[in-house]
């Protein structure tokens, strides 16, 4: 058995995870190798789903029953895990979306109907990079479609990172707004977040991170990041589907527009105008995700108490050894750093000629689950001229004895189609 330095003891926290039992085809027990799409969820919070379900099941804020006040706390208590959880300054920060699509579709919407000074329009531009995740590209399309804004973009290096050497080009006195992700979902890459923060900050431009990749992986820290928006989603992050996060500066969330209308985000209506609740309410219109922030709230104090700090070490530990045993597997070519500094636990490969979903399709038989496509990435793969990738994405629960079984996988892949 291969053991490494800082590994967490994940035959205990693997016990927490009923899929990672499951045995697939013909008696094989899965190696899941797909948490960067979605992670499993531990018996701690699928235990919250249904006790809430069973026990205090009734909609937020305005029932004066027990059961409802119970479910107000619960829900509200999320958010006050969530706040605790990435250092927010205060927990009216923290708003409640369905995911981190959302989140960042809601940013790209209130820059769009904001008044000045934050108003995105004809004279402005907004820059993004090309190793986007589609839900940090579409909506900045679209808002750029909308206003007239010129929509810019970093591209990348032949190594997977970002290329800033026209840093001070791109972002400008017209930027307005600089959404990027922190950890790239197919190249794995970390990427410099003070260099590009500090130059948004000298133009006076708006920042927004995408932090999908990194919440669930490493300590994240909103006020360290010093964004003005930063976005990530639950199911990543051993939560349910159906939450994600929108963490805004409490100043920005006061002054900019609503982007949904309905109840609860309201102060007062009339047949003839209305006002707004402060925020967070002023972006949750309507029912919010009660059951899925509770199970949200579950999966912080999960990762809370084993530790970011260690579950971090943990996935750098596997991911420099899969990249290295990755390295030994003839024809391979790794689609970014090729090094475990400076990024995430996803790693995506093509095998020689071989197309990554056949790749994945073999590795299924052997009961291997990876993830296959342009990992809705597109962009990159059109940078480094291939059709798809495999990816491979680790998690606290992963163990070495994964990585070799992919790896002897990857051979059989190669066997297999000669």
């Not at 990427?191 to 990194?214: F, H, K, M, T, Y």
């Not at 006061?254 to 102060?267: A, K, N, R, T, V």
């Not at 990755?326 to 689609?335: F, S």
Request: charged residues 20%; negative net charge.
């Amino acid at each position: 058995m291969t053991t490494l330095p800082g590994l967490l003891d994940t035959e205990a926290i693997r016990k927490d995870f009923p899929l990672l039992d499951r045995v697939v085809h013909d008696g094989k027990k899965i190696v899941y190798l797909d948490s960067a799409a979605t992670s499993q969820k531990p018996r701690q919070v699928l235990d919250a789903l249904n006790e809430y379900y069973e026990q205090h099941n009734a909609n937020v804020h305005r029932g004066v029953y027990l059961v409802a006040e119970e479910a107000t706390a619960l829900y509200e208590g999320a958010r006050d895990k969530v706040a605790t959880f990435i250092n927010a300054p205060s927990r009216d920060e923290v708003i409640f979306t369905k995911n981190a699509s959302e989140s960042l579709n809601l940013v790209a919407n209130m820059l769009g109907w904001a008044d000045e000074p934050y108003r995105v329009d004809s004279d402005t531009e907004i820059v993004i990079t090309e190793m986007e995740h589609h839900s940090n590209i579409v909506p900045w399309q679209l808002l750029a479609q909308r206003t007239g804004a010129k929509l810019k973009w970093f591209g990348l290096t032949d190594d997977g990172r970002l290329d800033l050497s026209n840093i001070d080009e791109i972002i400008n006195e017209k930027t307005k707004i600089v959404s990027f992700t922190l950890v790239s979902n197919l190249l794995g890459t970390q990427n410099p977040v003070e260099a590009i923060v500090r130059r948004a900050q000298q133009v006076g431009a708006l920042v927004c991170i995408d932090a999908s990749q990194a919440a669930p992986h490493m300590p994240l820290d909103v006020q360290a990041l010093q964004a003005d928006f930063v976005a990530f989603t639950g199911h990543k992050m051993c939560g349910p589907t159906g939450i994600g996060v929108l963490w805004g500066r409490q100043e920005l969330l006061e002054d900019l527009p609503p982007f949904l209308g309905g109840g609860e985000m309201i102060e007062t209506v009339s047949m003839h105008s209305s006002t707004y609740a402060p925020a967070p309410h002023k972006f949750e219109a309507g029912t919010p995700p009660i059951a899925q922030a509770v199970g949200l709230g579950a999966a912080v104090d999960y990762l809370s108490a084993i530790g970011m700090d260690k579950i971090a070490a943990h996935e750098h530990a596997i991911t420099e050894y899969a990249v290295k045993r990755l390295l030994e597997v003839p024809d391979l070519r790794i689609i970014g750093p090729t090094t475990a500094e400076d990024r995430g636990a996803a790693i995506s490969f093509t095998l020689g000629d071989i197309h990554p979903h056949d790749v994945g399709q073999v590795l299924d038989e052997q009961g291997i689950a990876v993830r296959v496509g342009h990992h809705c990435a597109r962009p990159v793969c059109l940078r480094y001229g291939i059709p798809a990738t495999t990816r491979a994405s680790f998690y606290l629960y992963s163990t070495p004895a994964e990585v070799d079984a992919l790896v002897d996988g990857l051979e059989h892949v190669r066997n297999f189609f000669g």
